[in-house]
């Protein structure tokens, strides 16, 4: 009898207005950007963040930096983006995650692949949002 009094009053989660996918999506962006472009090499246009800067660190960089990456797609997840794209996402992380394991070379990888910047896109694709180059919103998502 609790159980049917308490399943009443449970409605499971409620769908999210444009509103907070937005300001969700936003919120995911900024954190895109402090592990993928947050800093410039001085003299250059080359920009990094502190997926890189962590990631020097053999192993445990990689797995640490793997938790913002997975909880990005888990996000998209929430919000309601579909498989194929969440598989894409996913793709994208571990192209990274598989070349940090090798020295250097991983370093480079996170640095130019920029993998969660590369999801927030497809994120804001599958929304209609439109970002200009400082993180801008031109366009709402639909």
């Not at 053999?58 to 640490?64: F, H, K, N, R, S």
């Not at 793997?66 to 992380?93: C, D, F, H, K, Q």
Request: hydrophobic letters at 45%; aromatic letters at 8%; one cysteine or more.
């Amino acid at each position: 009898m609790a159980h049917t009094a308490f399943s009443s009053q449970f409605t499971g989660p409620q769908p999210l207005d444009s509103t907070e996918i937005r300001r969700c999506i936003l919120r995911l962006r900024r954190l895109a950007t402090l592990l993928d472009a947050a800093f410039v090499l001085p003299g250059t246009r080359l920009r990094w963040g502190l997926d890189t800067l962590i990631g020097l660190l053999p192993v445990a960089g990689t797995m640490v930096m793997a938790i913002p990456s997975l909880y990005i797609i888990w996000e998209a997840r929430r919000l309601g983006v579909p498989s194929r794209i969440l598989t894409r996402m996913v793709g994208n992380v571990a192209v990274e995650l598989l070349a940090d394991f090798v020295p250097v070379l991983g370093d480079l990888v996170d640095t130019v692949y920029k993998a969660n910047l590369r999801n927030i896109v497809l994120i804001e694709q599958y929304f209609g949002m439109t970002v200009d180059a400082t993180g801008r919103e031109t366009s709402g998502p639909r």
